[in-house]
T-cell receptor, first 111, second 115 residues
Framework: SQQGEEDPQALSIQEGENATMNCSYKTSINNLQWYRQNSGRGLVHLIL?????REKHSGRLRVTLDTSKKSSSLLITASRAADTASYFCATDAEGYQKVTFGTGTKLQVIP | GAVVSQHPSRVICKSGTSVKIECRSLDFQATTMFWYRQFPKKSLMLMATSNEGSKATYEQGVEKDKFLINHASLTLSTLTVTSAHPEDSSFYIC???????????FGPGTRLTVL
């Protein structure tokens, strides 16, 4: 299946530290997106990176994409307790409308 | 950004009953909506793609007679879990796509518990 894998599965850091999450996928993609999900809630779109882009920034978020390795990373700098959530990558190999989610990384930021 | 709502947010039902979940795009028209299912501490699994005015496209392994999808208008798609059983208990999330933004907008999810 196309479903990506993310690592680590869980990450616990101190407030102020940086958090890095990685996502790997299996087939060629058009776009890769990162989402955030607070426990028991819906998803919030964080950032989209296109297959012809290598890096993208949005506030404290930095996303990289390496299509040769079929991998992406999400870096959250200067983490805050409010960043505690699960983070998912999602790819759309079959066109932008259908996305497949990775396994997710559960991030805990300790105040 | 675009807003997608779901109703109800939580539902508890008895085994054997049917449950309908609504997904609405509040400030835009969505020709395509998606239904996902999420088990505890797991990722989202796409169940089906809902197209306005036509039959839904189901993913492999998803029973179309079990999970009825209707997309009667450009702002509403419904998922009906028929003859629900405890194993259908899950978090169901819908999304609607905005082609011009190349992005899906997700609803807040519906927690279904079947007793």
């Amino acid at each position: 299946s196309q479903q990506g894998e993310e690592d680590p599965q869980a990450l616990s850091i101190q407030e102020g530290e940086n958090a890095t999450m990685n996502c790997s996928y299996k087939t060629s993609i058009n776009n890769l997106q990162w989402y955030r999900q607070n426990s028991g809630r819906g998803l919030v779109h964080l950032i989209l990176i296109r297959s012809n882009e290598r890096e993208k920034h949005s506030g404290r978020l930095r996303v990289t994409l390496d299509t040769s390795k079929k991998s992406s990373s999400l870096l959250i700098t200067a983490s805050r307790a409010a960043d505690t959530a699960s983070y998912f990558c999602a790819t759309d190999a079959e066109g932008y409308q259908k996305v497949t989610f990775g396994t997710g990384t559960k991030l805990q930021v300790i105040p | 950004g675009a807003v997608v709502s779901q109703h109800p947010s939580r539902v508890i039902c008895k085994s054997g009953t049917s449950v309908k979940i609504e997904c609405r795009s509040l400030d835009f028209q969505a020709t395509t909506m998606f239904w996902y299912r999420q088990f505890p501490k797991k990722s989202l699994m796409l169940m089906a793609t809902s197209n306005e005015g036509s039959k839904a496209t189901y993913e492999q392994g998803v029973e179309k007679d079990k999970f009825l999808i209707n997309h009667a208008s450009l702002t509403l798609s419904t998922l009906t879990v028929t003859s629900a059983h405890p194993e259908d208990s899950s978090f169901y999330i819908c999304s609607a796509s905005l082609p011009q933004y190349n992005e899906q907008f997700f609803g807040p999810g519906t927690r279904l518990t079947v007793l």
